[in-house]
């Protein structure tokens, strides 16, 4: 698992929790982009992107890249944002749970540093589900808990997060937006069932991480 940070030619206005298109040089057209979140804030200099390096050309020429090599960026996009919330809901007071999934932290991560940045109160409790060395960034969201207590941090690493565990853990879940990031399988698992328990669909928001398999979450 691997971070890489790209200087942008140009400035590249986004919002926190949003994705790039990156396409890879020297790699066949039909496997040469990949979306990415976007992991930094969009107050930091540099795009950070973190990924789980694998045997495809997409991943290996992105792991051999060398200092000064350009790579191009497209489609910015994505409603996986602090600001997108559902009509339904009233923006001022609203909870926010998110839930992630290994790799699944980059958006959160972005949306944390800023408003740390902002000094705006987060007010978000986050379920970060995955063995240990699958989930990254834990120190820095420890740090961030410290500098504002208004998130709360539940850690999943020796026990599957299953909707059983998110009621007992999260009583009063129909009250929150749900942000749901990880791989498909597990996205999905948490959000369909929270749908069959009669949750309310436009209250759940979806970032899946394709290509990954499900890392014992």
Do not use: C
């Not at 699944?104 to 970060?128: E, W």
């Not at 709360?152 to 990031?181: C, F, M």
């Not at 996205?187 to 209250?203: H, K, N, T, V, Y």
């Amino acid at each position: 698992m691997w971070s890489f940070f790209f200087e942008p030619l140009e400035p590249v206005d986004f919002v926190a929790g949003q994705y790039l298109n990156l396409t890879m040089p020297g790699v066949p057209p039909a496997v040469s982009d990949r979306l990415f979140t976007i992991a930094s804030a969009p107050h930091e200099p540099l795009l950070q992107f973190t990924t789980i390096i694998g045997p495809s050309h997409f991943k290996q020429k992105l792991n051999s890249l060398k200092t000064g090599q350009e790579v191009e960026a497209d489609q910015l996009g994505g409603d996986f944002t602090w600001e997108a919330v559902p009509s339904a809901l009233s923006n001022d007071g609203v909870k926010r749970l998110f839930i992630a999934g290994g790799i699944g932290i980059t958006p959160y991560l972005s949306i944390i540093r800023y408003l740390i940045h902002k000094q705006q109160p987060i007010n978000a409790t986050l379920l970060y589900a995955g063995k240990n060395e699958k989930r990254p960034f834990v120190e820095e969201l420890h740090t961030a808990v410290e500098i504002d207590p208004t998130l709360i941090i539940k850690e999943y690493s020796e026990t599957r997060l299953t909707l059983e565990q998110l009621k007992k853990d999260v009583p009063n879940v129909e009250h929150y937006i749900v942000y749901l990031a990880g791989s498909q399988a597990f996205s999905e698992a948490l959000g369909e069932g929270l749908i069959e328990d009669g949750f309310p669909r436009q209250q759940i928001k979806y970032d899946y991480f394709d290509g990954y398999v499900d890392l014992e979450y």
